[in-house]
């Protein structure tokens, strides 16, 4: 129980008034002559237990009724159970955890999904007192705090966003503020579309007491969004995700994605491409006219036709045109016909040109020049080919052989790399680091071991470039990934960053020039609205024990229920009236 | 004197005692009781019929005349005159607890008392009873002893007005004492509040009795007594043994008068088991309707 003006329980001293008046009034009771005193013993022996009853009874419901009025004064609350919105509740914690990433810009049903948890979290803040704390918690994951009214104000003022926000990092941290709250309720109210990768993460750790209560997800629905481009020497590979909303179609429709690069400025190029509808990990590759391209950093922008979700329908980008590199292989096919083949298509397509700066070889490196070295087809020619680069000041080298698997880029911009199949490597051992040559860098591994790697003005594989080793000569990006390698990687250009926000381009210049660019836009997971069961939801946002996902009305009904009071000071005001009229009728009752 | 009927036996006792002295209320009580009554109020004894006059409102039936009524369809009421040598003692309890009266608007106990036993003996006198009066409190304080002759109701009077106010009650003592003044047989009236033990003093008046004398015992309560009143809480204090008690009136009302009730009808049971005429008389009451319950 507890009280919303708990000082007038102060008043409760009064409960001792009527025994004190009882013993005073039996203190000093005026002296009157009377005769027949024999007549008034013998009655009082008679009534002496009716009386001593009468003024215990008396007694009590004086008392009782001093109490009562107390406690109806302090307007006291008691836990109620049932189902209804309605009624007070214990002063509670609460932090309202409203998603307004770019998930919730989806409309469904016409109408906005934000829109939909916008009025759950007004409703979440309006029923709040002025004895309870609350947060609120958005994408961007900032705690605010405030009175109800700035809270509902930023609710009201809230848009969709650029951010992604985990659910199931996002309720820890609000659990624990929460927890931390020395208030008797303590409640996480979680406004979101619930998307499966929001809440794939993990599992929250929520304390005892702490209880977390989850809008259910709406409709599901269908989008295709852009999950990342990138521009390579010839193509630009644009990565979709979305999600089919459980649609039966047998063969998805085609994607149209539109490219522009250079935008407003002269040389703007325009590309169409089509790409498989709706299945996540799609890629559609583009084919660029680079020839028309200057040299120098050029923005794009990829896009998809409009969608429910319009914040993954665009995605801009950057690519930086460098002059051809020359480029030469070892004599004697020591880089083997696959690379010789590779690089005559770059020398059609102007991509390179014939030199020495360049120089592609099967183990030997070459002294002043940028190397790009393959491990000798020859085993017996792995330590002649160790000690070629240990004398150039390289601290790699080629250790036993290794395990076939998987290619996985781990940057350096060659994510054509992904998931290309290697059956035949040597191991890349090295400290990494090389005074001479500056920080080495590992560009894509294989079963977790380096498999590119560059050292300064060398780039060192694992495996040759034949289909004998791996896939990659007979897959699409085989020629990009050898344009990457002798335009860019091998010269230590920049990468182009990715990072989560509002669409844009941003540029790092070093003095005059431009050095790197990040490119910004939305998480990728936010292009798949698939939700997350509620089993799975409840369980990733603290247990099935402290975690319930509701549907509207029954969230409605659920939120302070733990803490529900209702005020029974009327109830103890009837009381009072009873208790008076009681104690009317016994202090004029005379037998 | 307020307004209202003439016949002082019949108004308030406060009112008819602020008329002047005992002498002067007992003979204005006896004159208008006198005058309603029709025959000696003491039946049993020696009557005779003297003559007939005319009937007035609120004479009694049983004495109409009925022959001269058939005769000349005229209303005569039939008036007697005693003959009786009866001896009659008239004892009053003079006792402290005899002092008191529940307002001061009120006769005390005592002073009732006083003014019914000189109209007693009034009325005995004048029909040449041999009259007397002994006053007790715990001891007998003034004996006039029974006599016929002139001056006796004065005599009377004056041991009534010489007796103070007394301190306890052990009436059984004092009226052992008066069964051998009383000799010869005869009447013997008591006023009292009968506020001693009931047993001692039945013992006695049982005593009185089977030496063949009529016993007649007017019992005297003030209606303060009768019902209890007072302030919410009050110490009542007996004047005479100073014991008190702390009650609520409101809360015992009930209950004391249950008590009065039973006491009372412990009194009327008891005096009538042992042929004693037993009359409660509260000090309200006008005296001639106390001398009427004697008729």
Redesign the interface.
């Known amino acids: 129980m507890s009280f919303i003006h708990p000082l007038a329980l102060l008043g409760l001293a009064a409960a001792a008034i009527p025994a004190l008046l009882h013993l005073l ?2 203190r000093v ?16 022996r ?2 002496a237990r009716r ?1 001593r009853l ?1 003024h215990l009874l008396l007694l009590i419901l004086r008392t009782a009724l001093i109490v009562v009025i107390v406690l109806a004064a302090a307007r006291p609350l008691v836990r109620v159970t049932g189902v209804g919105g309605g009624g007070a509740h214990e002063p509670t914690a609460l932090v309202v955890i409203l998603d307004n990433s770019p998930s919730s810009g989806a409309v469904v049903d016409g109408r906005l999904v934000l829109d939909r948890l916008r009025v759950a979290a007004h409703s979440s803040i309006g029923r709040t007192t002025s004895a309870d704390r609350v947060w609120l918690m958005l994408s961007d994951g900032v705690l605010r705090g405030g009175t109800r009214e700035a809270l509902l104000a930023t609710i009201d003022s809230t848009r969709s966003g650029w951010q992604r926000l985990d659910l199931v990092q996002a309720v820890e941290r609000a659990a624990r503020l929460v927890e931390a709250q020395p208030l008797p309720g303590r409640e996480v109210h979680v406004l979101s579309d619930l998307q499966n990768t929001a809440v794939a993460t993990g599992r929250a750790t929520v304390a005892r007491g702490v209880r977390v209560l989850a809008t259910a997800p709406g409709r599901a629905v269908a989008n295709r969004g852009i999950a990342a481009v990138s521009v390579s020497e010839g193509a630009a590979v644009i990565s979709l995700r979305g999600s089919s909303a459980g649609s039966d179609e047998p063969v998805p429709p085609p994607v149209p994605v539109t490219i522009r690069i250079g935008a407003g400025r002269r040389g703007e190029v325009a590309a169409r491409g089509l790409g498989t509808g709706g299945v996540s990990g799609a890629a559609v590759t583009v084919s660029l006219p680079a020839q028309t391209l200057a040299p120098g950093w050029w923005m794009g922008e990829a896009q998809l036709e409009p969608d429910e979700l319009r914040a993954d329908d665009r995605r801009p980008f950057a690519w930086r045109v460098a002059p051809p590199a020359r480029v030469m292989a070892t004599p004697g096919g020591g880089a083997g016909s696959f690379v010789a083949a590779a690089l005559a298509v770059l020398q059609d397509g102007r991509r390179i040109a014939p030199g020495r700066d360049v120089v592609i070889s099967g183990g030997e490196p070459l002294a002043g020049a940028r190397a790009i070295v393959l491990p000798p087809e020859d085993p017996a020619l792995v330590g002649q080919a160790n000690r070629a680069l240990e004398s150039r000041g390289v601290l790699w080298s080629w250790g036993q052989p290794g395990t076939p698997g998987p290619v996985v880029a781990s940057g350096g911009g060659v994510p054509m790399l992904n998931g290309v199949q290697v059956v035949k490597r040597y191991q890349l051992q090295g400290a990494g680091t090389s005074g001479e040559q500056g920080a080495a860098e590992i560009l894509a591994t294989v079963n977790g071991e380096p498999w590119l790697v560059r050292a300064g003005n060398v780039v060192l594989l694992g495996s040759r470039l034949d289909t004998a080793w791996t896939a990659l000569p007979a897959s699409p990006g085989f020629v990009p990934f050898v344009d990457a390698l002798v335009n860019r990687i091998v010269a230590g250009a920049a990468e182009v960053d990715q990072a989560e926000g509002a669409p844009r381009v941003e540029f790092q210049t070093r003095g005059s020039d431009t050095i790197a660019a990040t490119v910004y836009g939305p998480d990728a997971r936010e292009s798949d609205l698939t939700p997350a069961t509620p089993a799975n939801a409840s369980a990733a946002l603290g247990g099935r024990d402290r975690a319930e996902v509701l549907d509207a009305d029954r969230f409605a009904a659920e939120r302070f229920s733990g803490t529900r009071r209702a005020d029974i000071s009327g109830a103890l005001l009837v009381l009072a009236l009873l208790l008076a009229a009681a104690e009317l009728g016994v202090a004029t009752r ?2 | 004197m307020p307004p209202g009927p003439q016949r002082l036996d019949l108004l308030d006792p406060a009112d008819v005692a602020r008329l002047g002295g005992i002498e002067i209320v007992a003979e204005g009580v006896v004159e208008g009781f006198l005058a309603g009554v029709h025959r000696s109020p003491f039946r049993g004894f020696s009557v005779e019929f003297t003559e007939h006059r005319a009937y007035q409102p609120g004479d009694e039936l049983r004495y109409l005349d009925w022959r001269i009524l058939g005769r000349s369809d005229r209303l005569f009421v039939k008036q007697f005159e005693e003959e009786t040598n009866l001896r009659s003692m008239i004892l009053v309890d003079a006792s402290r ?1 005899m002092a ?1 009266h529940g307002t001061p608007e009120r006769l005390t106990k005592r002073a009732y008392a006083d003014r019914l036993a000189a109209a007693l003996a009034l009325i005995l006198l004048r029909q040449r009873d041999a009259t007397g009066l002994v006053t007790f409190d715990e001891q007998v304080r003034q004996v006039v002893p029974a006599r016929v002759k002139t001056g006796q109701w004065s005599r009377i009077v004056r041991g009534l007005l010489e007796t103070p106010d007394g301190q306890g009650t052990a009436a059984h003592a004092a009226l052992q004492r008066l069964t051998a003044l009383l000799a010869r047989r005869g009447m013997v009236i008591l006023l009292s ?1 009968l ?1 001693f033990d009931r047993e001692l003093a039945l013992t006695a008046l049982r005593y009185l009795r089977h030496r063949g004398h009529q016993v007649i015992v007017f019992h005297l ?1 003030d209606p303060a ?1 009768v019902e ?1 009143s ?12 100073s ?5 609520r009136p ?7 008068a ?3 009730r039973r ?1 009372v009808a412990a009194w009327r049971k008891a005096c009538r088991r042992h042929g004693i005429a037993y009359h409660h008389v509260q000090t309200d009451l006008p005296f001639g309707m106390a001398l009427r319950l004697l008729t």
């Open positions: 009034q039996r009771p005026p002296e009157i002559d009377f005769p027949p005193v024999r007549y008034l013993s013998a009655a009082e008679e009534s009386l009468r005379t037998r | 607890s008191w509040d506020l309560m007594e209890l007072g302030p919410p809480e009050v110490r009542f204090r007996d004047p005479e043994s014991v008190s008690v702390v009650v409101r809360e015992l009302a009930r209950a004391y249950d008590t009065v006491e």
